[in-house]
């Protein structure tokens, strides 16, 4: 595997790297009683011990730590619980059930095992008060079932409640498991805290997604290994660390812009996918260049751009074909280029659009613009798009920035051969026929490279002065190394 985790940010390290990180003092407090009350971790411990555990509640499930009879604190959780997410009341209360103190139990003389202080209490209880009932008139053969159902309800039923609760979490151990949920809940956490400090819808969606996240992870690994499930571990890690970047990124403009705290509206027409969508303006920003003249329907035009007003670009471009829309009467677009870095937009569809993304950078040449037939081509026809992404999603959303002036594109109306070469492979042809005349004339790769230069004159003329801007709050390519 290629992909490598990017650095967790600074901020992450300093979450649930030890118990109760914001509140010494109640650690301290949960380590004393539990050397009163409980079995501590020191060298008299063996396999069969049951240390006592210190449960840390959070907003999406809970740390339980055991205590060291040295007196330090621990580093990794003995267990750590997810709750579903998008809880209801009745499931948070069930974590709390989860969560509360170990009940103590009294050994009964030479019978093995031992009852809860709680039967015990309740039987005492439930005695005197069938007693007292008899004493007034009420029939033993009914005193005397509730007198015994009653210890038994307190016993037992604690155990069907733990049962019950326990479909709305999922609960992991060991070291591995532990670790790894650790960081998670550790980036997290720097969502949650970012929502808090803004009402921003798209700060609100990542630390929804975060919370999935986690859960998603704890299921894989309670039902199997790390090592088993490292692949799907080390993608969601991933995408976590893209959230987190992202959010960074939106407290950083909207502090820069002093908007922390203002609402932003986001759209309820469009979809938003399975992932958040990143920081978009309230006021769409103007285009960083003048209007391009799309290429017009027919004959592919062959004006050459001013001299000296072109400068060299570096990027790689992607060229998509799409249904045509009309800004103007007469003008219809129906092909867009954009800059690669496009794909990272938080706006798409992710990590998708990562992927592509780094499939369409991978051995290019610098300023060459790729078009998504040639992707689909490199994928075994598209038999391998599904290992990459959902590409026609991920073109919608492009589309729909490039219309929302989410960033800079060059819009053409080719010409429908012109337009069907670039949908073909660069090895397909394209045959057209005369209705008046019935001849035929084939288009091959020849062809389709004379449109691609074309495309590329314009994409010249319209970066004069400065390459196409990607857009703000991009995340970080799935390989930096590659990507060019």
């Known amino acids: ?52 555990l210190v449960y840390e509640r959070t907003g999406w499930g809970w740390f339980a730590w055991t205590v060291p009879g040295d007196g330090s604190r621990p580093q990794t959780p003995h267990q750590v619980g997810v709750l579903t997410p998008a809880a209801t009341r009745v499931q948070r209360l069930a974590l709390r059930w989860l969560t509360r ?12 095992g031992s009852l809860r202080f709680s039967t015990v209490a309740v039987a005492l209880v439930s005695l005197l008060a069938g007693l007292f009932a008899t004493r007034h008139g009420v029939r033993v053969d009914v005193a005397l079932p509730a007198m015994l159902l009653a210890p038994l309800l307190a016993e037992h039923l604690p155990d069907r409640l733990d049962a019950r609760a326990r479909e709305h979490v999922r609960i992991v151990e060991g070291d591995g498991a532990c670790r790894y949920l650790q960081r998670l809940a550790a980036l997290h956490t720097d969502l949650v805290q970012a929502a808090a400090v803004s009402d921003r819808y798209e700060l609100r969606r990542s630390a929804e997604v975060g919370h999935n996240l986690l859960w998603d992870a704890a299921d894989l690994l309670q039902t199997r290994d790390t090592r088993a499930a490292s692949d799907g571990l080390i993608t969601r890690e991933r995408l976590m660390l893209q959230l987190a970047h992202q959010a960074a990124q939106i407290l950083k403009h909207t502090t820069t812009d002093g908007t922390v705290g203002t609402n932003q509206d986001c759209d309820p027409g469009r979809p938003l996918g399975p992932y958040p969508p ?46 045509p829309y009309y800004p103007a009467a007469v003008q219809e677009i129906n092909t867009t280029v954009v800059a690669a870095a496009s794909l990272l937009h938080p706006h798409l569809r992710q990590p998708d659009g990562a992927r592509i993304h780094d499939r369409l950078v991978r051995g290019r040449r610098p300023g060459e613009i790729v078009p ?46 012109a337009r069907a070469l670039v949908c073909a492979g660069p090895r397909s042809e394209v045959r057209a026929v005369d209705p008046t005349t019935g001849k035929h004339q084939a288009y091959g790769p020849a062809d389709r490279i004379e449109v691609l230069v074309e495309a590329g004159k314009h994409l010249a003329w319209a970066e004069a002065g400065s390459p196409l801007w990607p857009g703000d709050g991009l995340l970080p390519p799935i390989n930096s190394t590659d990507a060019r």
């Open 1 to 52: 595997m290629n992909d490598t985790l990017h650095t967790p940010p600074p901020t992450a390290a300093a979450h649930h790297e030890r118990p109760f990180s914001r509140d010494p003092g109640q650690w301290e407090k949960e380590r004393s009683r539990a050397r009163r009350s409980g079995h501590v971790q020191d060298g008299t411990c063996s396999s069969a011990c049951e240390p006592v």
């Open 101 to 112: 103190r170990p009940a103590q139990r009294i050994a009964v003389g030479a019978v093995p």
């Open 278 to 323: 990143g920081a978009r303006p309230t006021t769409p920003p103007a285009p960083r260049h003048a209007p391009n003249p799309p290429l017009q329907k027919g004959t592919l035009p062959m004006a050459q751009p001013e001299h000296g007003l072109a400068v060299p670009t570096w990027d790689v471009y992607l060229l998509f074909a799409h249904e």
């Open 372 to 417: 998504l037939s040639t992707l689909t081509h490199e994928l075994d026809g598209g038999a391998r798009w599904p290992e990459v992404g959902d590409w026609e999603a991920v073109t919608e959303d492009l589309l729909q920035l490039v219309r929302d002036h989410g960033c800079d594109a060059l819009s053409l109306g080719l010409p429908g051969i």
